[in-house]
């Protein structure tokens, strides 16, 4: 049970990161918004990939993996709508 919760909370903190930061950048141009977040998100998922195979952290890993779907999914439809 103490996993899940870990999975959710990383999940929410890494949308909401990324919402965050797409909002910053949008500020000055939405298109680049969405591509700088998309490339700090692949650039972040060799990292998660590795840390996946331990313990605890496939638990935070989980959640960031499903966090970066769910906001990246929110920062292309912010980009799409701002264009």
């Known amino acids: 049970m103490t996993g899940v919760v870990l999975s959710v909370l990383s999940g929410i903190f890494t949308i909401l990161v990324m919402l965050s930061f ?7 141009n939405a298109g680049v918004g969405v591509v700088v977040v998309l490339v700090a998100v692949a650039g972040v998922a060799p990292t998660v990939w590795v840390l996946r195979s331990r313990p605890v952290w496939r638990w935070a890993c989980a959640g960031v993996a499903i966090g970066a779907a769910v906001g990246g999914i929110g ?9």
Do not use: E, P, T
Not at 22 to 28: K, L, R, T
Not at 75 to 83: E, T
């Open 75 to 83: 920062v292309i439809i912010a980009g799409i709508s701002a264009i």
């Open 22 to 28: 797409y909002s910053v950048i949008a500020s000055f």
